[in-house]
């Protein structure tokens, strides 16, 4: 913890901190309270800071603390720090950084072509994290296609908890798709999360039908808690043909036979 006297010490302290201090976490710390305290005088030394300190740590939280401070007037300083960069452990700060800024302001061409292209799929996945709840048509269209086809199951299951509060046809259908065909367990079961409270008689028969073919636990937990949100007044008699003979056991799928609507 940095000790000061009063505030007009704070900020050229924590400058000179950032500035010369030996200690990665000193200079991580300086760097993140220049951020909070809305530090104009600071962009210089944070834009200097993204762009050589020797620690990654100081890198990454220098380019939060510039989007803190700068608002959107930093995405240019980001989009340059992003393409200098080496370190995919930084790049992926960097994008975490569009998260202090509002859904309607964040860089989307910058992430789509990100989420597009990049060969590390850590980087991939920050970039479908950081598209999270943002309809525009262009992220909408890159988070279906990177949970279409995307090869890691990180950047997949980024891609559907993006996807879960934008409730579009082609994004239901996206997600229906993929708890029925994705190869991976926690990809199949967030997707199965993310349908919850629709309240539509076309997912609800769906989410149906992967109970009978479903063998993971996990993922048929998922399913079974989304369907018992539903509270559709045929949701019973639809599982009790479905889940009478449930081999897999008695669990949470035969609790939702049993529940009041």
């Known amino acids: 913890h940095f000790q000061y006297r009063d505030e007009e010490e704070w900020e050229p302290m924590l400058i000179g901190r950032l500035r010369n201090d030996t200690s990665v976490k000193v200079r991580e710390a300086a760097a993140y309270g220049l951020g909070g305290a809305d530090s104009s005088n600071a962009i210089p030394l944070l834009t200097m800071a993204l762009a050589h300190d020797t620690a990654r740590e100081v890198r990454g939280e220098a380019a939060r603390a510039l989007v803190r401070i700068m608002g959107t007037n930093a995405l240019p300083l980001l989009a340059t720090a992003f393409r200098d960069e080496a370190d995919p452990e930084v790049r992926k700060m960097v994008l975490s950084a569009h998260g202090w800024l509002p859904n309607e302001h964040i860089d989307v061409p910058f992430l789509v072509r990100v989420l597009g292209t990049d060969l590390d799929e850590r980087v991939r996945a920050e970039a479908a994290s950081a598209l999270h709840s943002t309809n525009a048509p262009a992220a909408v269209a890159a988070l279906m296609q990177a949970l279409t086809n995307d090869v890691s199951p990180q950047v997949r299951e980024n891609a559907v908890q993006s996807l879960a509060p934008l409730k579009g046809e082609e994004t239901i ?72 003979g449930d081999r897999y056991g008695s669990g949470q799928s035969s609790m939702l036979v049993t529940r009041p609507l």
Do not use: P, Y
């Open 173 to 244: 259908s996206a997600l229906l798709t993929a708890v029925r065909v994705d190869t991976n367990d926690n990809v199949r079961k967030e997707a199965a999360c993310a349908l919850r409270d629709l309240q539509r008689a076309d997912v609800m028969s769906n989410l149906v039908a992967v109970l009978q073919s479903e063998t993971n636990t996990a993922v048929r937990g998922a399913v079974s808690s989304t369907l018992a949100s539903f509270h559709r007044s045929g949701l019973v008699t639809i599982l009790q043909g479905v889940l009478g």
